[in-house]
């Protein structure tokens, strides 16, 4: 991609996700943090650390203590010597490559020898990176940003933005309404309301829903709302818009999916976990027949005839070649728990976002409509310019600062609704993994080592990760396609592209050199 179009970028994704409400004044630090983005803190890039030891304690996995009964699964069982396709990473995008693999076997006539072997190495416990720490939304972008993508890349390629999230977000609620999941993983399919803050907002706003509809995206499902709408029916004073949205508990959903997966693994595969498994290198042998990897952890090494990196913000850590802002950048995200003062029939159950998206809520579900709901609330990394928490992968902490915006938002907007003084009940943060475009990287690894003499040893490595902030409706899609791919190379078949995926998510569309 040319610079210009890489420096327009940069600044697009900076807009969407920095600053609100957008002033003169922000608009000084905004271009400063073009330069941060560049720029990493020590000058040069610093491959991301191993996920910390002792993360703070976030709703989803520690509120309860059954909330994550895979916690420590396989952590003392001895590793296998070998296996046919290692994931590194047990949040959904790796559990996500674990299910679509063996779904792709039960239901495929594939030539695949004899039972493929997968196994699962996850650093810390089950799905205690971002997947386990997120703010619960699972709401595929409706038509925010269609304008630029169309401008910058072209029609087809902008509609595939939001068909691959339709994709996404649709299947995975699929999946849990066909297996009788919905209460147990907190499905809330309550639509989701955008506010618009400023003017600029809801002209671009308007602007994207316009040209979307002219290039004829659907838009089943998005209604306008007026700020005397919205303030009677929700008390807040902004004009907005709601879309199709769902919210989850994403830890219980990924638990349902690793046990739907492990049972189902059957005949045609064979599926580990090891949690507490730190990954510290991957080596590559080659013999006279065939070449394959030695994954290394704390508890010995495993010989693996394929890696999968599905570590997101941690990628670099592996592939140092991913350090910089060329490559995936950890960003620290904070969200906190809070109650409401008034009951659920006054908060009604949608979820939000506001803040050109940076911030964003939704009530927990309750029993009885009086009782006052606990929200998950997320956001707030404008109040530390001019870094933004970017390259800050430690989530042991949270950020004061980032902690008083969050505790601020809802009582300045929905007033009477929540009191200003009340702490909240938890409050932690998680690392997120952003690039550059604001989209994941998804293929072998080697398609991004173009110029690297070396880039055939990294053929059988593949990656999805790099979701900048919005994994919940794209990272099982992405998933999907990398157990496409694994299962086509095994079984000697071309690759067929799914119509709905971007082609810029492709390593080989992607250069980080
Ligand atoms: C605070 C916050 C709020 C968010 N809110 C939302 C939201 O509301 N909606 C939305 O769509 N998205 C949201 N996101 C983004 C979303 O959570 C992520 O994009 C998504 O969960 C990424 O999933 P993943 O499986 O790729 O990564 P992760 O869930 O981070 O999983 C990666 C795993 O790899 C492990 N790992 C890393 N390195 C190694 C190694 N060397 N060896 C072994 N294991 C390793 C980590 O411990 C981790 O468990 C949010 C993210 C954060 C942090």
Excluded at 412 to 421: C, H, Q, R, T
Excluded at 473 to 493: H, N, T, W, Y
Aim: charged share 20%; net charge negative; glycine share 8%.
């Amino acid at each position: 991609m040319r610079d210009w179009m890489r420096t327009f970028l940069v600044f697009c994704v900076l807009l969407g996700w920095s600053i609100m409400p957008i002033n003169p004044q922000l608009l000084g630090k905004l271009e400063h943090s073009q330069k941060v983005l560049e720029t990493p803190p020590s000058g040069h890039p610093t491959p991301a650390k191993l996920p910390s030891r002792n993360p703070t304690r976030s709703f989803w996995i520690d509120s309860s203590p059954d909330a994550n009964p895979l916690a420590r699964h396989g952590s003392q069982d001895p590793l296998p010597s070998k296996a046919d396709v290692c994931i590194i990473g047990a949040g959904i995008t790796g559990v996500g490559v674990a299910y679509h693999l063996i779904e792709l076997l039960n239901n495929a006539s594939l030539s695949v020898k004899h039972p493929l072997s997968i196994a699962i190495l996850e650093a810390r416990d089950f799905c205690s990176g971002a997947t386990g720490r997120n703010g619960g939304h699972l709401t595929p972008a409706a038509f925010l940003e269609f304008a630029q993508r169309q401008a910058l890349f072209d029609t087809v390629e902008a509609i595939k933005s939001y068909k691959f999230e339709q994709h996404t977000a649709s299947l995975l609620v699929k999946i849990i309404e066909e297996n009788g999941w919905a209460s147990d993983v907190d499905l809330v399919e309550g639509g989701h309301i955008n506010l618009l803050f400023t003017e600029k907002e809801a002209e671009n706003a308007h602007k994207d829903f316009d040209t979307a509809s002219q290039a004829q995206l659907n838009l089943d499902g998005v209604e306008w709302l007026s700020k005397e709408e919205l303030e009677e029916e929700y008390g807040a004073p902004y004009s907005g818009f709601r879309e199709p949205g769902n919210n989850v508990w994403p830890l219980k959903l990924v638990t349902k999916l690793y046990q739907h997966a492990q049972a189902h693994a059957g005949q045609y595969a064979s599926l580990s976990l090891h949690t507490r498994t730190p990954v510290t290198a991957v080596t590559h042998e080659t013999t006279d027949n065939s070449s394959t990897y030695t994954v290394v952890t704390n508890r010995g090494s495993i010989s693996c005839s394929r890696v999968v990196h599905a570590t997101n913000a941690y990628a670099s850590y592996l592939l140092p070649f991913l350090a910089g802002p060329n490559g995936i950048i950890p960003t620290r995200g904070q969200v906190m728990a809070t109650r409401a003062s008034v009951g659920t029939d006054q908060i009604k159950i949608p979820s939000w976002s506001a803040n050109e998206g940076f911030a964003y809520w939704f009530p927990r579900p309750v029993k009885h409509d009086t009782e006052k709901p606990l929200i998950i609330i997320g956001g707030g990394r404008e109040a530390v310019g001019p870094r933004y928490e970017l390259y800050v992968d430690d989530d042991s902490e949270t950020h004061p600062l980032v902690g008083k915006v969050l505790r601020e938002f809802l009582p300045s907007i929905f007033e009477g609704k929540y009191d200003p003084l009340s702490e909240p009940e938890m409050e932690w943060t998680g690392i997120m993994g952003f690039t550059k475009m604001g989209d994941p990287f998804v293929g072998s690894v080697a398609d991004l080592l173009v110029a690297d003499p070396n880039r055939e040893l990294y053929k059988k490595q593949y990656i999805a990760a790099g979701y900048t902030g919005h994994g919940m409706p794209r990272a099982f899609g992405c998933a999907e396609v990398l157990a496409q791919m694994i299962l086509a190379e095994i079984s000697d078949k071309k690759w067929k592209e799914p119509d709905w995926l971007p082609q810029r998510y492709l390593t080989w569309n992607r250069r980080v050199e």
